[in-house]
């Protein structure tokens, strides 16, 4: 054999022993309906459209659905109440959205809310775009971590930044492995 095709040969074998070592899923534990934020303790987002005030709000992410090796959406989702200017800021587009994950499932993995329009009487122009999140885990449990900009809806009127994270409100106790 060439010593070429022994370091193909050797190149391969590296590769599959490292995809095999790579790939692990993540477990979901229990599975069913999983609930995101929904109060003050469990939820609380940073809200600001262009130079408007920074507004600490509420903010939900409902529906999810848990398998054994999966979260997957559609999730319904809201900001409320929190400072008194939250109820200037809702989420106006149809519940529920669907949530893309463009680099899988699992911890550290995206969670996209897709097609958001955001409603800002506060301030002109509203929001649309998309509401990126990421799924993490702490000591508190599993939680989204939300950092999104979205786009005004009309030009000029300056973006929403939408900051926070929101904890695992149902099942209680539940977790990813």
């Known amino acids: 054999m060439s010593k070429f095709k022994k370091a193909i040969a050797v190149f391969a074998a590296s590769a599959a022993m490292m995809g095999a070592q790579v790939a692990s899923a993540s477990t979901y534990s229990p599975t069913g309906t999983w ?6 303790a469990l939820g609380t987002v940073l809200v600001q459209k262009g130079s408007g005030p920074l507004l600490a709000c509420v903010g939900t992410a409902n529906g999810f659905t848990a398998s054994t090796n999966s979260l997957d959406g559609p999730t319904s989702i809201s900001i409320t109440a929190g400072d008194a200017g939250c109820v200037t800021i809702f989420i106006q587009s149809s519940n529920p959205h669907l949530v893309d994950k463009p680099n899988g499932d699992g ?16 301030t002109p122009g509203d929001c ?10 702490d000591a508190g449990g599993p939680y989204l971590d939300v950092n999104a900009t ?9 973006a929403c930044t939408i900051v926070g994270k929101l904890y695992l409100a149902s099942p209680a106790g539940g977790n990813i492995t």
């Open 150 to 158: 979205l786009a005004p809806g009309t030009p000029g009127t300056g």
């Open 35 to 40: 609930d995101f934020g929904g109060s003050a």
């Open 107 to 122: 911890l550290g993995k995206q969670y996209i809310i897709k097609n958001v329009y955001v409603n800002t009487t506060i």
């Open 128 to 137: 649309v775009g998309d509401i990126e999140t990421t799924l993490s885990q």
